[in-house]
């Protein structure tokens, strides 16, 4: 127990005089009190611009979604409406293909952007040559402005001078339609979001995969442990962690994608097959001039992200404990 | 064969890659994974590149051509004058140099107070901070965007001026995590001994832990502007005078009324800025994802 | 101690300060422009010369389109010898509206002095008190030109009979042609297809020629497959909606035809390409680089091609809109803000009268048009009557560097005009479902994707 601990858990309280004699003397007290305010002052004086920029631009907003879901703006006239915004959103034929959608962009970018970046994590870690040049490479794209990236892809995607389709075809391989076929579409979106973004995670996994102290592989071989056993039962319950976080952050971060269809594809795609969610708010938003519907949209895709966010927590300590 | 001794232990043991069949083994995939990756990672980057030599009729010829026929440089001046690059260029840079200089101001002063100085509150408002991170920002670009077009109390309208970006971008609750945890890691002792020199706490933070925090400010300031340079969304609804766009809107908005080959070619120009500041600081940026990112 | 405590306190006070400042300096455009909307008496006289104004105005071209550009620098020079004092600041935008641009610029009342937008935009101007009623200042004087722009364009332009702004380009829709590709099909490039039979049977005759050739084009994406659905529909004398604006009118025979066809030229004789999903700016580039042989187009998508694709604009021609029933007519306007000076809106007014609505000046000044190297002789803009259509036909006639016979199909058979539907955009995006659906699914079963979206549409119209 150190001096500056105790004053510090002391301090803000600020209670009227004890009650024991033994309390310091009631100038000293004072001084304590005046020197906490002080403290106090100052510390928050340094916080206070972040704070104020996000009092304004994030948690304002936030209120302000839960506002404007329930309110409509004719003509400069803001009125109350219930729950009639979210009537309509439900009603709109998009709304459940946009769901739908989205959810198969996250499962698909799931399987890719979550498990791939992890493979070649694995793979590059057991390299002993040119580790930084590969590292390198995966990492490249996600330094391109995203504008350039996804029209190079649309560029590769096209059936008629495509260098994908040159490609598969000089070799014999069915040419796939990419963006231009439900079946294919959202895929084809996924495989270039995928190649944009998945250099951080790489990086991220590398990283802790170096972490693994080596005895354990080396407890795991006495055991006789085949490769896969090794991952199964060393790697991967080793960056638990990290593999846990980058699974919710990934979540978060697909279900709200929006550049790479909207570019790709125009947003909506074949048959709608590639609207989103956040298409169909950015459409009622800016093309319909309708932001009550486009926050009643936002509002249901936050809390659903909210609910997962607070599932991985209650998961996460339970399986930390 | 010494390299294998020095590294840490990793999923193969050294003793099976030191056999034969490990060997050929190691080289087979270490080759295969070589080629893949710089096919597949760089064989855009030169199509990208000799596309914007290419003429127009080539570049939409099929089967695509491996190498220009007949190469145009000429397609990447035309590229830069006729969607004025060098605008897009300038704004970008502004836009992204201003947003480093608020967040390296007002997010280190923030981190600063809630490692060091601990203020009443101040783990609610770290809590409220890091809660925005749960949030997707796209969520939020409606009421986000219906605030900047007209900020509550101020009564002003940031649309198509920079302050709708750099004013926003100080909201990035993830460096001021990165940057409230390097201070932390910082000994409290250093801080006391400077502060009984009479060192102010704007003292303190400049001379104390800014210098020690080098690494972790380049990090931090490569993610500001990289963050502002990728954007998309959020500078296409609140710069739409063009002469304020950035280099990614004013591409998208300007690809429609452009040849391909010009097109390739200003989205060439476009990557190079990042690209560079990549190699240059990639150690940076390679050690701040990892170390700094999500393992301490 | 103390003292060092009150130098900490005043070192916080004065970050908080620093930030308060810069915050409240944020601003860089005030949200009241202040000044009077009130025209005053005077308002219809014409602007008066001495007057010192400044005017911004958006839709100048921009370096992509240099030939355009060189007119409109020109015309701003001789339009300060005329106005000394008044300084006229474009803004290069290119397109020059993008719908989620334009809403987002609405809504923050950050539109210039002078601004441009569609016809179909202008309910939504109305509903955000984005424009001003400029009937006082527009008269005979002002605009001397007035009494011969075609009374249908200037309603499009008006709501309970004030007008608020002034017509830029009027168009009606055709179907542009690739005269080379049209000969080497064995095809008559000055007969273009008048019927959506011929349509068919000359795009599989373009695409037989191989090499990536399409016969036919069309949009599918952005909203802007829905524009081009309802021009089809038009065209075979359907509605997209009923007149009085409440029900959707396209699941009949007429719709379920255009459909089909489409359907069947991309898949049973595959004369479309594998590509779809097109927007504006693809069709063109494509049939800049003859890889197509025909789309529906406005006359000016060949000003699009000349200057920003570098075509040469004598190899392309234009028919009537197959069909013939009726045509999709469309066009754009500047407005004028709401809420700025009487000074400032004579000098708008002045501007627009000179530049966009003089015949023989300006835009119509069509010798220079020709030396600036932009097509000459293009049946559009599309908005004169009477005396002034005479005069400026001849004009055109007389320096045209379009030859005249690639036009002549469209100009001997006009067809008659049809505007867009109410809520365009809304309806547009559920009709792209269904144009993106027969161009990429060889399934796709065109009964049901119109009583979708006919159940769509009409949802969206009854939301009022």
């Given amino acids: ?321 | ?296 | 101690m103390r003292s060092s405590g009150f130098r900490r306190t005043w070192t916080t006070a004065a970050i908080a300060a620093a930030f308060a400042l810069t915050a409240a300096a944020c601003g860089t455009s005030s949200t009241d422009e202040g000044g009077g909307s009130d025209p005053g008496s005077d308002a219809g006289k014409p602007l008066d010369k001495k007057a010192k104004v400044t005017i911004s105005i958006d839709c100048m071209p921009t370096k992509t389109k240099d030939d355009e550009l060189k007119g409109w620098n020109r015309d701003i020079k001789a339009f300060k010898k005329l106005y000394p004092n008044v300084t006229i600041k474009g803004k290069a935008t290119d397109p020059c509206l993008e719908p989620p641009r334009f809403t987002a610029m609405l809504k923050a009342k950050s539109q210039p002095d002078v601004f441009y937008a569609y016809f179909t935009d202008r309910q939504q101007i109305l509903d955000n008190d984005a424009a001003q009623d400029i009937t006082p200042y527009v008269n005979n004087k002002t605009v001397p030109a007035l009494g011969d722009i075609s009374g249908n364009v200037l309603n499009d332009l008006k709501s309970d009979d004030k007008l608020y702004g002034l017509p830029r380009e009027h168009y009606s829709m055709g179907l542009l042609v690739n005269r080379k590709l049209f000969k080497k099909a064995g095809l008559d490039p000055d007969k273009p297809p008048t019927t959506w039979e011929e349509v068919r049977s000359a795009s599989k005759k373009i695409a037989g020629l191989g090499g990536g050739v399409n016969g036919f084009g069309i949009y599918s994406a952005t909203n802007q497959g829905g524009w081009h659905f309802t021009a089809s529909v038009y065209s075979r004398g359907g509605s997209v909606v009923t007149p009085d604006g409440k029900k959707a009118a396209f699941n009949d025979d007429t719709g379920k035809a255009v459909l089909q066809q489409l359907k069947d030229m991309r898949f049973k004789d595959e004369s479309m390409g594998k590509t779809q999903l097109l927007k504006w700016g693809d069709l063109q580039k494509q049939m800049v680089s003859d890889k197509l042989g025909m789309f529906l187009a406005a006359p000016d998508d060949l000003n699009m091609m000349a200057q920003q694709l570098d075509a040469e604009y004598s190899r392309f021609g234009m028919g009537p809109i197959p069909g013939q029933k009726y045509t999709l007519t469309g066009g754009d306007a500047y407005y004028v803000k709401k809420g700025i000076s009487p000074e400032k809106t004579k000098a708008a007014i002045a501007w627009l009268n000179f530049r966009f609505l003089s015949q023989g000046k300006g835009r119509f000044d069509w010798p220079k048009i020709k030396t600036d190297g932009l097509p000459v002789g293009l049946p559009q803009p599309d908005f004169w009557t009477g005396e002034t259509r005479k005069k400026d036909d001849a004009a055109r006639e007389k320096d045209a560097t379009v030859p005249v016979e690639n036009f002549q199909a469209f100009r001997d058979n006009p067809v008659p005009g049809k505007t867009e539907p109410a809520k365009a955009q809304e309806v547009y995006k559920i009709l792209d479902v269904a144009m993106s659906t027969v161009l990429t699914n060889k399934n796709a079963d065109v009964d049901k994707l119109l009583d979708t979206a006919e159940q769509q549409v009409n949802q969206v119209l009854a939301n009022g």
């Fill in chain 2, 1 to 296: 064969m010494a390299a294998i001794e020095a590294r840490p232990r990793t999923l193969i043991s050294p003793a099976q890659l030191g056999r034969r069949r490990g060997k050929v083994t190691y080289w087979i995939v270490f080759g295969l994974t070589m080629t893949v990756f710089t096919l597949v990672f760089l064989g855009p980057l030169y199509w990208m590149i000799t596309g914007g030599l290419k003429s127009t009729a080539e570049v939409i010829q099929s089967p695509p051509t491996p190498y220009p026929k007949d190469p145009s440089p000429e397609t990447y001046g035309d590229a830069w004058d006729r969607l004025n690059l060098a605008k897009l260029l300038g704004n970008t840079l502004y836009y992204a140099f201003g947003a480093l200089a608020f967040q390296l101001v007002l997010c280190v002063a923030a981190a600063y107070s809630l490692s060091k100085l601990r203020p009443v509150l101040g783990n609610v408002i770290l809590g409220m901070m890091l809660a925005t991170l749960m949030i997707p920002a796209t969520v939020l670009i409606v009421p986000q965007y219906l605030t900047v077009i007209d900020v509550p109390l101020f009564e002003r309208n940031l649309a198509n001026s920079p302050w709708a970006i750099w004013l926003p971008s100080v909201t990035n609750a993830f460096n001021i995590f990165l940057l409230k945890r390097f201070f932390d890691s910082i000994p409290q002792e250093l801080l006391d001994a400077a502060s009984m020199d009479g060192a102010s706490r704007i003292r303190t933070l400049w001379s104390v832990i800014l210098p020690i925090s080098r690494p972790i400010l380049g990090v931090v300031s490569i993610f500001a502007i990289v963050n502002v340079w990728k954007d998309f969304l959020w500078p296409l609804l609140t710069l739409p005078d063009p002469d304020k766009q950035t280099l990614n809107v004013g591409i998208y908005s300007l690809s429609t009324g452009v040849s391909e080959n010009v097109l390739i070619a200003a989205m060439t120009i476009a990557s190079i800025p990042t690209l560079l500041i990549f190699l240059i600081f990639q150690r940076n940026i390679m050690s701040g994802l990892t170390a700094g990112g999500l393992k301490g």
């Fill in chain 1, 1 to 321: 127990m150190s001096a500056p601990a105790l004053t510090r858990s002391e301090a803000p309280k600020g209670r009227p005089s004890g009650k024991h004699a033994a309390g310091p003397p009631a100038g000293r007290r004072r001084e304590d009190i005046a020197r906490s305010i002080r403290r106090n002052l100052s510390a928050h004086g340094f916080l206070i611009g972040a704070v104020l920029c996000f009092g304004f631009f994030s948690w304002y907003p936030m209120v302000r979604e839960f506002l404007l879901a329930f309110q409509k703006n004719k003509n400069g006239v803001t009125t109350w409406v219930g729950w009639r915004n979210f009537e309509q959103v439900i009603n709109d034929p998009a709304f459940w293909q946009a769901w739908r959608n989205t959810l198969l962009f996250t499962a698909l970018a799931l399987v890719l952007g979550f498990a791939l970046p992890f493979l070649v994590a694995v793979l590059l870690n057991e390299f002993r040559h040119a580790q930084g040049y590969l590292r390198l490479l995966v990492y490249l794209p996600v330094m391109l402005p995203p504008v350039a990236s996804v029209l190079l892809f649309k560029y590769f995607y096209d059936p008629g001078h495509g260098l994908f389709n040159a490609i598969l075809g000089s070799v014999g391989l069915p040419e796939p339609e990419w963006l231009q076929s439900t079946d294919t579409a959202m895929l084809s979106v996924v495989i270039a979001a995928t190649w944009m973004n998945m250099g951080s995670a790489t990086l991220i996994y590398l990283a802790s995969l170096q972490g693994i102290p080596g005895e354990l592989y080396e407890a795991a071989d006495l055991d006789g442990a085949g490769l896969w056993r090794k991952i199964w039962h060393v790697t991967i319950p080793q960056t638990r962690l990290i593999l846990s976080l980058m699974f919710l952050m990934q979540i978060i971060a697909t279900m709200q994608v929006f550049v790479e269809p909207f570019l790709l594809t125009g947003g909506a795609g074949p048959e709608g097959s590639t609207t989103t969610v956040v298409y169909l708010i950015y459409q009622y938003a800016f093309n319909f001039n309708n932001y009550g519907a486009a926050a009643a949209l936002g509002l249901m895709l936050l809390l659903l992200l909210a609910g997962v966010s607070g599932a991985y927590a209650r998961l996460n300590r339970s399986s930390g404990e």
